[in-house]
């Protein structure tokens, strides 16, 4: 009878197993393969060559691109410090400029992440929020005030919590107030796979202000990209493993409340969301499994995602853009400008194409 006990317990270990193991590879979209769908008159960047993962555009059309992240469980191919780089969508040239950063900031740990910018109206001063990696597991949030005349960033403050334990974007609300997302469930790598694996939501988004600090959505295997509406009524996050964009309602006291989840069937990235219509961009990976372990042979491709009426009942979902990653690798985050798209990644290049 001891015997077939343990077989039994051995036998529903193995089932459960292999579940899992199963749905991990549906999570990662490891079997799926996009057709090609590319725009006119693409162009990689120049100067961009080890990642250009999050950028955010200015409303004069001036791109805030942060670049050279080694991220943990992802390729890199440079060990130098991570760059901040400006890129005028207005000039036909095209060529991004790397920024001085002056102040206190250790420039040699520096491996920006997500960023987000803050235009204080009283004095149009622009303050640039850059998540930062400065050791393997670390998170921070580094807040520079841009000078655009001078090509420079001035670093003004680290801000550190036990919340923000593992921060991938971030969206700011104020000369020192955000909302972050934390990817990880828990600081550690090991722990954090034990919940994915073990399909535990865990992960959410964090608010902080220098009055307090304080966790304001859950539910997410990983929480990845997030944004705010124009209005700055609702926040939008990308539930990531689970292939969907939520929306969020932001209530006075900062908390959020879940208004509902638009399918996309990626593993979409970072959001960026048009000034003027509103529209949801996405940045996104469709085979996860090619973008961990990459192959020269057969590279990780790149797709790019547009919500319309995403507050409406039937949120209109495009694909955009797609590439078997023969011309872009790994794509994480696109905004369109002006008839122009440009197009961020993960550890590879940033390409610009025609919209039209």
């Not at 955009?320 to 961020?344: F, H, N, Q, R, T």
Request: hydrophobic content about 40%; proline content about 5%.
């Amino acid at each position: 009878m001891k015997w077939v006990l343990v077989t039994i317990c051995i036998a529903a270990l193995a089932a459960l197993l292999g579940q899992r193991l199963l749905k991990l590879s549906e999570i990662a979209l490891a079997n799926r393969e996009v057709p090609v769908k590319r725009l006119p008159n693409c162009h990689l960047l120049k100067n961009i060559e080890y990642g250009a993962e999050d950028f955010t555009i200015l409303r004069d059309g001036l791109a805030i691109i942060s670049t050279g992240l080694k991220y943990p469980g992802m390729p890199s191919f440079s060990d130098d410090p991570g760059k901040i780089y400006t890129l005028d969508l207005l000039d036909p040239r095209l060529i991004p400029v790397e920024l001085t950063i002056k102040g206190g900031l250790d420039r040699d740990s520096f491996n920006p992440h997500g960023i987000s910018v803050y235009i204080d109206e009283t004095d149009k001063t622009i303050h640039l929020f850059v998540v930062n990696h400065p050791q393997h597991y670390t998170s921070q949030v580094e807040i520079f005030l841009f000078v655009e005349e001078d090509n420079t960033v001035v670093h003004l403050k680290t801000i550190k919590h036990d919340l923000l334990h593992s921060v991938n974007d971030i969206v700011a609300v104020g000369v020192e107030s955000f909302y972050a997302t934390n990817d990880h469930s828990y600081p550690s790598e090991v722990l954090h796979m034990l919940a994915v694996f073990l399909g535990l939501p865990w992960a959410g988004v964090v608010y902080y202000s220098p009055g307090g600090v304080k966790a304001v959505g859950d539910g997410f295997l990983s929480a990845n990209g997030i944004n705010m509406s124009p209005d700055k009524r609702y926040l939008y996050v990308s539930a990531i493993l689970d292939h969907e964009i939520a929306v969020f309602e932001i209530k006075k006291n900062k908390d959020l409340v879940h208004v509902k989840s638009v399918a996309v069937g990626s593993l979409c990235d970072n959001i960026e969301v048009d000034h003027v219509t509103g529209d949801i961009w996405l940045g996104c990976h469709p085979n996860g499994a090619k973008l961990v372990v990459y192959d020269p042979e057969d590279p990780p491709g790149s797709e790019v995602i547009r919500i319309r009426d995403v507050h409406y009942e039937k949120p209109v979902v495009t694909q955009v853009y797609a590439d078997d990653g023969s011309v872009l690798i790994g794509s994480s985050v696109a905004a369109p400008y002006e008839g122009k798209l440009l197009i961020g990644t993960v550890y590879h290049k940033a390409l610009v194409c025609d919209l039209k």
